[in-house]
């Protein structure tokens, strides 16, 4: 059974950081894509950030040269830094993972990913 969990969620100021983690389990991580996306309230889920399985990383647009996504193979964990944080960040971020092998996969639409966390909740407060 493929279990991912998030966990480092909270409450921080804008131009604040946090750090996200995702620990996986019930599956073999380093052939996974992984992902990370976010939902406010009232908005649709949206891509943040992504990392093949060899380390190839990409991000949004909005989040781009601000956030920092990771992954230790080893560990079987994804972790996304979060800096310079802003009011408009606040949302519950969502691990995920996709199989793929690719080089140079990227990701970026939700049906594209095998499977989900359960979210943790990010507070900006301006």
């Known amino acids: 059974q493929v279990q991912l969990v998030e966990s480092g969620g909270g409450l921080v100021q804008a131009g604040g950081s946090l750090r996200l983690s995702c620990a996986a389990s019930?599956?073999?991580?380093?052939?996974?894509?992984m992902g990370w996306f976010r939902q406010a309230p009232g908005k649709e889920r949206e891509f943040v950030a992504g990392?093949?399985?060899?380390?190839?990383?990409y991000y949004a647009d909005s989040v781009k040269d601000r956030f920092t996504i990771s992954r230790d193979n080893a560990k079987n964990t994804v972790s996304l830094q979060m800096n310079s944080l802003k009011p408009e960040d606040m949302a519950v971020y969502y691990c995920?993972?996709?199989?793929?092998?690719?080089?140079?996969?990227?990701?970026?639409?939700?049906?594209?990913?095998?499977?989900w966390g359960q979210g943790t909740q990010v507070t900006v407060s301006s």
């Open positions: 990392i093949s399985w060899n380390g190839h990383t």
């Open positions: 995920a993972a996709k199989f793929s092998l690719s080089f140079y996969d990227t990701p970026r639409l939700q049906y594209e990913y095998d499977y």
């Open positions: 019930g599956l073999t991580f380093s052939s996974y894509t």
